[in-house]
């Protein structure tokens, strides 16, 4: 099955580029959304298929957060692949530019797979690599002068982050010279037997490194570029996907510290970047002037609130992996919104988009419940997990926290409120209200997504909860129920 | 006889952190390579002949010979200036990167004391490569110097994974590996689309993403 | 219960049968759903109202909210009963009011109509940390669209904004208020916040006060009332009208609520509330005396009454603490009674205000006048409800107030100095407030609707569209019946004061209802005489010559009706004397000539808190934040360079602390 | 029996007390002066004759005046006459009373507005700000009785104010010297107001009531008269000494009140109207008399005054 994962879509890929047919492009890209989408079910359900050789096992694996992570990028990549049906209308993609796209991205949601489920820490390294990589690609896929730029920034700061990602590995396999491997299980099995401070100081390396691709300040400062100038689908699977499958590397470090119990340590490490991220989103989400751009800063902003939940330890976890889920989806949503908004006005800048209500509403509407959906609004989630980072740091005796903590987000959240008011309201620059009228798949995917958000927000079905719990088990301190491997 | 090439090769950056052509740059890599390869003929031992011959292939020829050879002919080609503009003047750049190569040093008496598998000079030094390489991408205008001091920081981290190199031998030929993918992507964009579109290729031409 | 959410979810439903409706029918549909919801919600509600007693449903969601109580208490159906006639009114006056947005977005405006009047309802019935917070947020952000609905305008725009950011930063006080309880108590269920509410120590003064900051924004307790002089004149008045009538009050719903949960608070609280709740009336009403724009007058008085509702709970606490039930009785007395009377008379002002703006188009008194020659019931029903939010007798306003007043009367028999000087306080304070209020709302009345037009009207403003005066008419019936029958408020409010205090004898409540059956003989009386007076006058003239003419005026007749006094004129002398606390600037323009034909003088006022607290507050942060501006300049290399100082700061403080 | 004759008496007095004030101002000028009867010739005369109304008015203006006199008139029951005490009472009465006359305010007010003249405008827009400043300091000096007696009804407050012990003479003066002004606030007396001229020196009540005429006219000016006396009844119930025979204590409290009337005129006759920037100063030493009585009551109770 992570065979199938792994290599099919690449399959799927090069055999659009060769045949060149819409057809075959567009059954190549759904075809691989509804895989993934597959498989994170069957692989909950514990369905196997054991016919099915797995030659890859011994590097791949589906644990409990993995599996959580997989299935928000599977159903995130199915939203973005059903609206990137539109992106190929609405710019006139010829069937050659249509297989690029599609290879580029099955290539890049591979690499970000691959990150996800590798239960090494190199093979991990080597394909957050190769998503820096592919999703360079993607970023220059409109081959203006300013995505060169952005391109050219993402791809230099992030392959110097993943440089010293390397340091970091090196160094840890110093310190773990008797362990000698450098597998999860078996890190995590001989945590304790890691020489702290060398762990400590892999630590650092690998924070900084993979911390780059998350985009947590202050080492963001790519993100913002690459996610403004990358076609809309692709701003979307950024930061709905790659920054969380990044985010999942450094968990996965951080539970190596956690079971060597040098969590204060990196606990330290997390909240400051977080708080740090919160104070430049919040810096910036003044002074923004383009709306894609706005999305970046927020996704920092929201990377920094599932740092500070994951810094707070034990208590905060579940609110940074429920973070992680609703930051990923709304996003998601509000990228793809951006797409159609830059579409129909053929801008970035904000001040020069007004009535989005009444020139497109169903647009308008997605664009307003995304915006809540983001900042926090119930009945979405991430009220809930802002909720639940609040009481955590109470439970800590850290209550003086949550006054800088909502500080920044209240700054964050008038910056944001102020630019997506002034874009939805007001009258629209055309004659006629509703006048701009989107194709389907360039709505439903935000539509579903959002309703899957109210769900969770307001009675998150079982599923949704044990998948978070054992993910955030997964990362504490607590000794996590066994690993439930399923999907052999 | 290691220590004695390890320090050279720290030597070699305090060198480009006082120089201002963009070819001795460009040499200082290529020496950096061959100084690279000579500590893994001396350095490493109990390793397949596989390994080493890749290991070999990656310093001789890759870095001493290939990248230098072809950064040289871009160089010449383009006609770009020759000069490296330091936004520090070499003076001051030069002190700051003694300081950084002390720290260095200082590093490895600290790894000595910490134990771990962990050859002192290696670890040292390799850090002070790797940051004064990032001093280096700081303090210069050139972009072409972004990918020269690039490929000095992938050299840093070469020489920290040999201190390693018999004991994972997969993670330094993985390592090998995906800075070469990596170098190559950079010089593809680089010669290919930044040269093109942004004449001149000093930095300030690509600040146009800001807020 | 289920009668009870049958009826929260029609009012639900009733938005959304607004969109599938058609565009003239839409006001119809609603005001027919939430109609029928009041069958439903209306009967438990006044079931436990009278008889005490709760409805308890638990509504069983999934981890993390867990099994959420949803509890009907006798304090609850009290908000519950104003609420749920609040939105039946409403949708009433948006039937005629909301004619002419007909193809602007009305959909949306009946949808958040609905959800906001769902969601109140639900607010007071939510007894679970995070289900609550659901349902308020859901409250605040249908308001807000609301308050934008009108958003081609920019000012609304803005309004809107400010709205939206004050009820996030109000809600964020609440939200660290729940973590901290239920970090505290380990549950997310009201009922077990008692135990650390009730705890003395300084986590219980933490909780309460933030508890009392976050529903303090909500109810425009100052300084965090700055919201609702923008909000109330952005809103369509019908909307206007709920917000001031309703959602203000689910702030002081939520205060009542955490009260009743800590039992006996802290005497530091009792007091700080009694003494912010002065403030707050004492600065709403100056504010609002100084105001031009109508609605905005009427904000600011809501702000005032939210602080007498504030000073007879503060009473209340001050008579838990010192354990005297009747003054206690007497505090929460007023407080609740002046919550239902506030909404009734404040509800037909801005329905009110509305008549008037939707016949003239103006909100700014300056422009008014004259207005009870055309609308003759409007104008009636407006200055009964002004006299009743005066206070006046005859009117519900002055039995709420009245109770108050024994209250804080009755603490100088109390034993402590503290509690004599706060009582004298508020006692003078509530006095104080009563003229300011009289000065503003014969202002209001006398420039509206009496004299003469001080611009001229482009249409003649009639009332042919009646169902706007539908719903004033049914609250003047009630603000008149209180006021003159006020012992039955005794019998509505017994149950929801004897859980506030407990230690109350019920016997002890018979003095009241005496009480209010002797001053239901003096209003009598006012009224017997009044006819006496008016009956004589008519003798008397019956037979003489009663003549029209102009208005004398010591015979300096020459004036034209722009000579009359303004709303800003009439202020004025209160003003300059308190000109601190209500800072006013004058904008004077004229020709610099001997003989200018043409000078134009505005005045604007500031409010204080905004002045003093919040755009400080906002410079500071913004030049805090100004000093990191120069992060994202687009230089590759400064991007490099705060990794490289992050990880050499990581590197030193590794190999330097061991 | 006797409690309605005084009654009656009460109601007959104020056109008299207006009567007497005059006269006394007119003797202190050196002139001869109207009769003491004079304002009731006036007032019948009134009643008789008919009205000119403006036509910028609405029923509001009509009304006010019955409304007022109304009001006054319930305020009286309110007040607790020496001896026979009142007629209406209960606990809190005295908000009854405060509101009653805010009440009466209120229409005037508006009968003022209606009419359309800035001139009357402006009265009216006076009268409402110095009110808030009486008002305000008149609760304080029911604060300070309640405070100082522990009852809080105005019968029982002053039923019992004079049984209470030896520092009230220094209280009883303060606040009757802060009822008098209040007196001269609300009835429009100098050095508030003047009450004899209709046009530049008068600044305030008189001229907000300029353009009525008639019936209506006689109603607002005994109104005024009559709040006058209820302020004057409270400052003999205040004086009255206790436990003396029910016909000594009527006599002396007429006498007091006339007292009062008759000071109202020796205070016009000596001094002059102040400057309208000047009043509220002059209101504030109400507020201030009744603070610092309220603070020796308080004292006395907590001992830190023996």
Request: charged letters at 10%; proline letters at 2%.
């Given at each position: 099955m992570i065979t199938l994962v792994i290599i099919l879509p690449l399959v799927f890929g090069v055999i659009s580029f060769a045949a060149k047919s819409r057809i075959v492009n567009r059954v190549a890209l759904l075809g691989s959304a509804a895989l993934f989408v597959v498989v994170a079910l069957m692989v909950w359900l514990g369905i196997d298929w054991r016919w099915l050789p797995d030659w890859l096992l011994v590097y791949f694996r589906f644990d409990c957060i993995g599996l959580f992570f997989f299935a928000v990028m599977a159903i995130v990549f199915a939203g973005v692949s059903v609206y990137s049906l539109s992106y190929f209308s609405e710019h006139n993609l010829n069937a050659r530019q249509e297989s690029v796209y599609i290879l580029e991205i099955l290539a890049f949601v591979v690499a970000m797979a691959g990150v996800i489920l590798a239960t090494n820490l190199a093979l991990l390294w080597v394909f957050v690599e190769a998503t820096t990589l592919t999703s360079a690609l993607l970023i220059y896929f409109e081959k203006k002068k300013s995505s060169l730029e952005a391109t050219w920034k993402y791809i230099y700061i992030c392959s110097i982050g993943i440089a010293l990602a390397f340091v970091g590995i090196i160094t840890l396999s110093i310190g773990s010279e008797r362990i000698g491997s450098l597998f999860f299980s078996d890190l995590y099995l001989h945590a304790s037997e890691i020489n702290p401070v060398w762990l400590k100081l892999s630590f650092a390396f690998l924070f900084v490194g993979l911390g780059t691709k998350v985009g947590v300040a202050p080492i963001h400062a790519w993100l913002p570029d690459a996610h403004s100038e990358?076609?809309?689908?692709?701003?979307?699977?950024?930061?709905?996907?790659?920054?969380?499958?990044?985010?999942?590397?450094?968990?996965?470090?951080?539970v190596i510290l956690v079971r060597a119990d040098q969590q204060a340590f990196s606990n330290i490490i997390l909240l400051l970047t977080g708080f740090l991220s919160l104070l430049v989103s919040a810096v910036y989400m003044l002074r923004v002037k383009n709306y894609k751009r706005m999305l970046a800063y927020s996704s920092v902003e929201n990377m920094g609130i599932m740092f500070i939940g994951v810094g707070l330890g034990q208590p905060g976890l579940f609110a940074a992996m429920l973070q992680t889920l609703a930051h990923s989806f709304s996003k998601t949503s509000l990228f793809l919104t951006s797409g159609n908004i830059l579409h129909s006005y053929g801008t970035k800048k904000i001040e020069d988009v007004q009535g989005l209500l009444k020139r497109d509403p169903v647009t308008g509407w997605i664009w307003m419940a995304s915006f809540l959906a983001i900042i926090g609004i119930p009945p979405f989630p991430i009220f809930i997990s802002k909720f639940f980072i609040i009481r955590a740091f109470w439970v800590n005796g850290q209550g003086w926290l949550a006054v800088l903590f909502f500080l920044f987000i209240v700054v964050v959240t008038f910056g944001m409120g102020k630019a997506v008011f002034r874009m939805a309201f007001g009258d629209s620059g055309i004659e006629g209200a509703g006048s701009v009228r989107p194709a389907s798949s360039a709505y439903l995917p935000q539509i579903v997504l959002l309703a899957a958000l109210v769900i969770v927000g307001i009675n998150m079905p079982n599923l949704v909860n044990e998948m978070l719990s054992k993910a955030a088990a997964f990362v504490s301190s607590v000794p996590a129920p066994v690993a439930r491997v399923a999907g052999r | 006889m290691t220590d004695i090439l390890i320090i050279l090769l720290g030597t070699t950056m305090l060198y480009v952190s006082s120089v201002s052509r963009i070819e001795a740059y460009v040499k200082t890599l290529a020496a950096q390579g061959f100084l690279l390869f000579l500590l893994v003929m001396v350095g490493v031992k109990e390793m397949s002949w596989l390994n080493i011959a890749f290991l070999v292939f990656e310093t001789l020829i890759v870095k001493t010979v290939v990248i230098p050879y072809f950064l040289l002919t871009v160089i010449r080609r383009n006609e770009t200036p020759r000069e490296i503009e330091p936004y520090i003047s070499q003076f001051y750049s030069l002190l700051i990167a003694s300081g950084i190569f002390v720290f260095g040093f200082v590093a490895a008496f600290w790894a000595a004391r910490t134990g771990g598998n962990i050859k002192p000079l290696y670890f040292g030094i390799s850090i002070a490569i790797m940051m004064l390489s990032l001093f280096l991408i700081v303090n210069r205008k050139r972009i072409i110097t972004h990918i020269l001091c690039y490929m000095m920081l992938e050299n840093g981290i070469f020489l920290l994974s040999l201190s390693v190199a018999n004991e994972l031998p997969m993670l330094v030929n993985i390592g090998v590996l995906l800075d070469l993918f990596v170098a190559i992507y950079l010089f593809a964009i680089f010669f290919n689309k930044i040269n093109e579109i942004y004449d001149g290729s000093h930095v300030d031409v690509l600040t146009e993403l800001k807020d | 219960m289920t009668d009870f959410l049958t009826g929260v979810v029609l009012l639900f439903a009733g938005g959304l049968g607004a969109i599938v409706a058609g565009e003239r029918a839409k006001a119809w549909v609603f005001f027919g759903f939430t109609a029928a919801a009041q069958f439903f919600i209306l009967p438990p509600v006044f079931e436990i109202l009278l008889n005490g007693g709760q409805l308890v449903l638990p509504a069983y969601f999934s981890q993390p909210?867990?099994?959420?109580?949803?509890?009907?208490?006798?304090?609850?159906?009290?908000?519950?009963?104003?609420?749920?006639?609040?939105?039946?009114?409403?949708?009433?006056?948006?039937?005629?009011?909301?004619?002419?947005?007909?193809?602007?977005?009305?959909?949306?405006?009946?949808?958040?109509?609905?959800?906001?009047?769902?969601?109140?309802?639900?607010?007071?019935?939510?007894?679970?940390?995070?289900?609550?917070?659901?349902?308020?947020?859901?409250?605040?952000?249908?308001?807000?669209?609301?308050?934008?609905?009108?958003?081609?305008?920019?000012?609304?725009?803005?309004?809107?904004?400010?709205?939206?950011?004050?009820?996030?930063?109000?809600?964020?006080?609440?939200?660290?208020?729940?973590?901290?309880?239920?970090?505290?108590?380990?549950?997310?269920?009201?009922?077990?916040?008692?135990?650390?509410?009730?705890?003395?120590?300084?986590?219980?003064?933490?909780?309460?006060?933030?508890?009392?900051?976050?529903?303090?924004?909500?109810?425009?307790?100052?300084?965090?009332?700055?919201?609702?002089?923008?909000?109330?004149?952005?809103?369509?008045?019908?909307?206007?009208?709920?917000?001031?009538?309703?959602?203000?009050?689910?702030?002081?719903?939520?205060?009542?609520?955490?009260?009743?949960?800590?039992?006996?608070?802290?005497?530091?609280?009792?007091?700080?509330?009694?003494?912010?709740?002065?403030?707050?009336?004492?600065?709403?009403?100056?504010?609002?005396?100084?105001?031009?724009?109508?609605?905005?007058?009427?904000?600011?008085?809501?702000?005032?009454?939210?602080?007498?509702?504030?000073?007879?709970?503060?009473?209340?606490?001050?008579?838990?603490?010192?354990?005297?039930?009747?003054?206690?009785?007497?505090?929460?007395?007023?407080?609740?009674?002046?919550?239902?009377?506030?909404?009734?008379?404040?509800?037909?002002?801005?329905?009110?205000?509305?008549?008037?703006?939707?016949?003239?188009?103006?909100?700014?008194?300056?422009n008014l006048g004259g207005l009870g020659k055309y609308l003759p019931l409007t104008s009636l029903m407006f200055l009964i409800a002004s006299l009743a939010i005066t206070g006046l007798p005859v009117f519900n306003g002055f039995i709420s107030e009245l109770a108050i007043y024994l209250g804080l009367a009755r603490s100088f028999s109390a034993g402590s100095i503290a509690m004599i000087v706060a009582a004298l306080f508020g006692f003078s304070a509530l006095a104080f407030i009563g003229s300011m209020a009289l000065l503003c709302f014969t202002k209001v009345y006398g420039i509206c609707f009496l004299g003469l037009p001080r611009t001229k009207y482009h249409v003649e403003p009639n009332e042919r569209e009646r169902t706007l005066l539908v719903p004033m008419a049914m609250l003047t019936v009630v603000i008149v019946g209180i006021g003159l029958l006020p012992w039955i408020t005794i019998d509505l409010l017994k149950n929801v004061i004897m859980e506030f205090v407990p230690s109350l004898n019920p016997d002890q409540l018979v003095p009241l209802t005496g009480i209010f059956r002797t001053i239901s003989g003096a209003l009598a009386a006012v009224i017997g005489l009044v006819g006496l007076f008016y009956g004589l006058r008519t003798f008397l003239l019956r037979r003489r010559k009663v003549a029209e003419y102009k208005t004398w005026d010591c015979g300096y007749q020459v004036g034209s009706s722009r000579l009359q006094y303004t709303s800003s004129s009439f202020a004025q002398p209160f003003l300059h004397l308190v000109a601190e606390l209500v800072p006013q600037k004058i904008h004077v323009e004229k020709q610099p000539v001997l003989f200018p034909e043409q000078a134009s003088l505005e005045s604007h006022t500031q409010d204080l808190s905004e002045r003093f607290i919040f755009r400080p507050m906002i410079g500071i942060l913004n030049k805090f934040l100004n000093l990191f501006s120069w992060i994202q300049s687009g230089r590759l290399q400064l991007y490099i360079m705060y990794g490289l100082v992050f990880l050499v700061v990581l590197l030193i403080w590794i190999l330097g602390v061991k | 029996m006797p409690a309605a004759v005084t009654e009656i008496i009460i109601v007959i007095s104020p056109l008299f007390l207006i009567g007497l004030t005059a006269k006394v101002k007119a003797l202190w000028a050196g002139r001869k002066g109207a009769p003491v009867l004079q304002p009731y010739y006036d007032f019948f005369k009134l009643l008789g004759k008919g009205e000119v109304i403006s036509t910028t008015t609405s029923p509001v203006f009509r009304i006010a005046p019955s409304i007022g006199i109304a009001a006054t008139f319930v305020a009286l029951m309110v007040t607790p006459i020496p001896i026979f005490g009142s007629f209406i009472h209960f606990e809190g009465d005295f908000v009854l009373f405060a509101y009653l006359l805010g009440l009466a305010k209120f229409l005037m007010v508006l009968g003022a507005l209606d009419t359309g003249s800035s001139f009357e405008g402006m009265g009216a827009s006076r009268e409402v700000t110095y009110s808030t400043i009486v008002e305000t300091a008149f609760f304080i000096v029911i604060g300070s009785l309640a405070l100082l007696t522990r009852h809080f009804s105005f019968e029982s407050i002053f039923a019992s104010v004079n049984l209470s012990s030896g520092y009230s003479p220094l209280v009883k003066i303060l606040l009757v010297v802060s009822l008098f002004i209040m007196l001269l606030a609300e009835g429009s007396r100098v050095p508030v107001d003047d009450p004899t001229t209709h046009l530049e020196l008068t600044m305030i009540h008189e001229v907000m009531v300029l353009d009525y005429s008639g019936p209506d006219l006689a109603f607002v000016q005994y109104a005024a008269s009559l709040k006058m006396t209820v302020i004057a009844i409270l400052i003999a119930d205040l004086f009255l000494p206790s436990s003396v025979p029910l016909m000594v204590a009527c006599v002396l409290s007429a006498a007091i009140v006339a007292l009062v009337f008759v000071s109202v005129g020796v205070v016009e006759s000596l001094i002059a109207r102040s400057r309208i920037s000047h009043i509220p100063q002059f209101l504030f030493l109400m507020t201030t008399l009744a603070l610092t009585s309220f603070a020796v009551v308080a004292f006395f109770l907590f001992g830190v005054i023996k």
């Open positions: 990358a076609p809309s689908p692709v701003s979307a699977l950024l930061s709905g996907t790659l920054l969380n499958s990044a985010f999942l590397g450094i968990l996965r470090v951080q | - | 909210i867990g099994t959420a109580y949803l509890r009907l208490d006798s304090l609850a159906a009290l908000f519950a009963s104003v609420t749920s006639v609040g939105a039946l009114l409403t949708s009433i006056f948006s039937i005629g009011y909301m004619k002419i947005y007909r193809g602007q977005g009305l959909s949306s405006y009946f949808v958040f109509l609905g959800m906001m009047s769902a969601s109140m309802l639900l607010v007071e019935v939510a007894q679970n940390a995070i289900l609550f917070l659901i349902v308020w947020e859901l409250m605040s952000i249908s308001s807000f669209f609301l308050v934008a609905f009108e958003n081609g305008n920019e000012e609304v725009r803005k309004a809107g904004l400010y709205y939206f950011i004050a009820m996030q930063a109000g809600v964020a006080f609440l939200i660290a208020a729940f973590a901290l309880a239920s970090a505290a108590s380990g549950s997310l269920d009201f009922s077990s916040f008692a135990t650390v509410l009730s705890k003395h120590g300084s986590v219980s003064i933490l909780l309460f006060v933030l508890f009392f900051v976050g529903f303090g924004t909500k109810a425009g307790v100052f300084p965090m009332h700055t919201w609702l002089p923008r909000a109330h004149p952005a809103a369509p008045t019908g909307v206007s009208a709920l917000m001031s009538g309703v959602m203000i009050k689910t702030g002081i719903y939520g205060i009542l609520r955490i009260l009743l949960l800590s039992g006996i608070p802290d005497y530091r609280l009792a007091y700080g509330v009694l003494i912010i709740s002065v403030i707050t009336a004492v600065f709403g009403v100056m504010n609002a005396v100084a105001q031009n724009d109508i609605k905005k007058l009427l904000a600011y008085s809501s702000i005032e009454n939210i602080g007498i509702i504030g000073m007879g709970i503060g009473v209340g606490m001050l008579g838990l603490v010192y354990n005297n039930p009747l003054i206690a009785m007497l505090g929460f007395v007023g407080a609740l009674l002046h919550v239902v009377n506030h909404f009734t008379f404040k509800s037909v002002l801005f329905y009110g205000s509305g008549v008037v703006y939707s016949q003239t188009h103006t909100r700014n008194m300056d | -």
